[in-house]
């Protein structure tokens, strides 16, 4: 009997032993919207579980999230990395305290829990990626200027951008808008649109169409995906200069009236494979670039960047200083001098209005 009495004791001793650290001292931390934000920007996180319902996933939800409903949590542990460092949401922080608590008391040790849930995230503005029925009825409500976020998943249709506006993909593997072989994915009809973080694929065949054709499409057209293929099909007339490709190969021409530069500068590839020989930021050799380009840029474009080198800084205001008070028409304003590439706003006169706008952009750099 007293050997039995002392292995129990020891038995108790021993659970005390190892349930202090596991279920005393450790403990989930509390963030709030804002440091959630910073801490995102920074990486900082492995995961993002959101614990909320499917419909309310469906409804908007933080990038990547990972969806494992409350209910669910405990018998689902297996999918998570109990070392990973995880932030925790719900809609207004009520039930990701309770899937915090169930985390730490099952050994994970960096345990975020977001305060305020979603509900504070929208608040601060922060984006939420939605599963929207369809993106075109998303584009019809949008209005001039909306960034519209879409969730990741296969979207079978075909797209109008009508209007001025960005649209966002969750993920660029994972956010597919498929044309299903008939006709044109998404056809851009307006200046000034983003589209980025998509994979656009499998236009044409059925009906005639590409994966993106851009038309009437001026300025700032920012197309940054690996899998689109541009095609311009009897889009004519377009001028379609200071874009950024990535990752693009051979532009389609159309019927060959499309104008890929604005007299001095054209557009930047990131495939561009030939040399900028007097160092002005437009390439001088291997042109026209993709059959089309014959100022390809040699860093991807941004307002101010004169000498293209990817950072707006002093150098750009002495260039544009230095052709102060050419006009449209001078000699010089395209070859020999250029004067033309330091009229940053366009309107055929480089003075005082392009030095702000260099300002403006003070410091502005490519990532
Ligand atoms: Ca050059
Ligand atoms: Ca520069
Ligand atoms: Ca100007």
């Not at 998303?138 to 879409?150: E, K, P, R």
Request: overall charge negative; some cysteine; glycine content about 8%.
């Amino acid at each position: 009997m007293g050997t039995m009495r002392t292995a129990s004791i020891l038995s108790i001793l021993l659970a005390l032993f190892y349930a202090v650290p596991q279920g005393l001292m450790t403990s989930y931390t509390n963030v709030t919207a804002l440091e959630a934000y910073n801490m995102l920007g920074s990486n900082m996180f492995n995961l993002v579980l959101d614990v909320r319902t499917q419909s309310e996933y469906n409804s908007g939800h933080l990038r990547n999230a990972k969806l494992i409903p409350v209910s669910e949590l405990a018998s689902r542990l297996d999918e998570l990395n109990p070392t990973d460092e995880i932030l925790v949401y719900c809609h207004a922080g009520s039930r990701s305290s309770t899937a915090s608590q169930i985390l730490v008391d099952n050994g994970f040790q960096n345990i975020y829990n977001m305060l305020g849930g979603i509900t504070a995230w929208i608040v601060e503005g922060y984006p939420v990626f939605i599963k929207y029925p369809s993106i075109q009825e998303a584009i019809n409500t949008a209005s001039q200027g909306d960034a519209i976020y879409v969730a990741s998943g296969t979207h079978y249709e075909n797209v109008l951008i009508n209007k001025s506006i960005s649209l966002i993909g969750e993920n660029k593997e994972l956010t597919i808008i498929d044309g299903n072989r008939n006709g044109t994915v998404i056809h851009v009809i307006s200046p000034n649109v983003t589209i980025t973080e998509f994979t656009i694929q499998n236009g044409g065949s059925l009906l005639p169409g590409s994966s993106l054709w851009l038309e009437n499409v001026v300025h700032s057209n920012t197309i940054s995906n690996d899998s689109i293929d541009i095609w311009l099909n009897s889009a004519q007339n377009n001028t379609i200069y200071h874009n950024n490709f990535l990752d693009v190969q051979q532009p389609d021409n159309g019927y060959g009236s499309n104008i890929w530069d604005n007299g001095c500068e054209g557009n930047y590839w990131s495939n561009y494979n030939g040399s900028d020989i007097d160092s002005d930021g437009i390439g001088d050799t291997n042109l026209p670039w993709g059959g089309v380009d014959q100022y390809p840029l040699m860093s991807p474009f941004l307002f101010g960047d004169i000498n293209h080198d990817a950072i707006v800084d002093i150098t750009d205001i002495i260039l544009s200083i230095n052709a102060f008070g050419t006009a449209s028409g001078d000699f010089g304003w395209y070859e020999p001098h250029w004067f033309a590439r330091k009229d940053v706003n366009e309107d055929g006169v480089v003075d005082i209005t392009d030095i702000w706008v260099i300002i403006d952009h003070y410091g502005d750099e490519w990532q």
